[in-house]
């Protein structure tokens, strides 16, 4: 009787030492998930290994770096270089147009110095004078609208003379929007002075 015993009491206690084990190697992995094999867990340390560690010094004159090519781009676009201006203002007819637009002089580039002054005047508790300052700032304004509408049209006839096959859509508003900025804020920087000749 013990003879047949003896076998059922060992095949339990080896099932009790599985199951202790299947438990505690199931939490060691973490709520079920399979342990990693080891070419999986060799590949992410040969990978972790040859990542570039980068040290403060380094990130620090990479910015630096990158600072300085900023200010040499907005450097050379500021000065006309044609490389470094955006989609916007590149070509031979945009470059007439600014040049065009630097060579004369237009209402529309004193509009804010004008809108400054008015705002001075409006602090001045006289109705005749805040009257007379509005009255100046709108007679400005619609002498700008139609100096942009005349230099608009001269624009776009002007390119279609010099550049026969390129499009004039566009140029006029371009041209406009740069007479209304005063001289010394326009970008790119104007290359001509008032009442040069250029071709």
């Known amino acids: 009787m013990q003879a047949y015993l003896l076998p059922l009491v060992t095949a339990n206690a080896t099932a009790q030492k599985a199951n202790i084990v ?10 079920g998930r399979p ?36 200010i040499a781009s907005r450097t050379a676009y500021l000065r006309g270089d ?8 590149r070509g031979p007819e945009r470059r007439f147009v600014r040049n065009y637009v630097d060579a004369r ?31 100046i700032m709108y007679g400005v304004l619609m002498i700008a609208v139609v100096d942009g ?18 499009p004039t859509k566009g140029l006029g508003m371009y041209a406009w929007l740069r007479s209304t900025q005063m001289r010394r804020l326009r970008a790119p920087h104007p290359q001509i ?7």
């Open 35 to 70: 342990t990693p094999k080891r070419k999986v867990s060799e590949a992410k340390r040969i990978t972790s290994s040859l990542a570039p560690v980068v040290t403060k010094d380094q990130k620090r004159a990479a910015k630096i770096a990158n600072r300085q090519d900023r």
């Open 149 to 166: 509408i005349f230099l608009s049209r001269k624009i776009r006839k002007l390119i279609g003379e010099k550049f026969p096959n390129s």
């Open 193 to 199: 002075k008032v009442g040069d000749r250029f071709n």
């Open 105 to 135: 002089r237009s209402i529309g580039e004193y509009f804010l110095p004008i809108i400054f002054i008015v705002l001075i005047l409006t602090l001045i508790p006289e109705p005749v004078v805040q009257f007379g300052a509005i009255a």
């Open 82 to 89: 044609e490389n470094a201006m955006p989609a916007r203002d």
């Open 22 to 31: 299947n438990a505690m190697s199931t939490e060691s992995t973490g709520k």
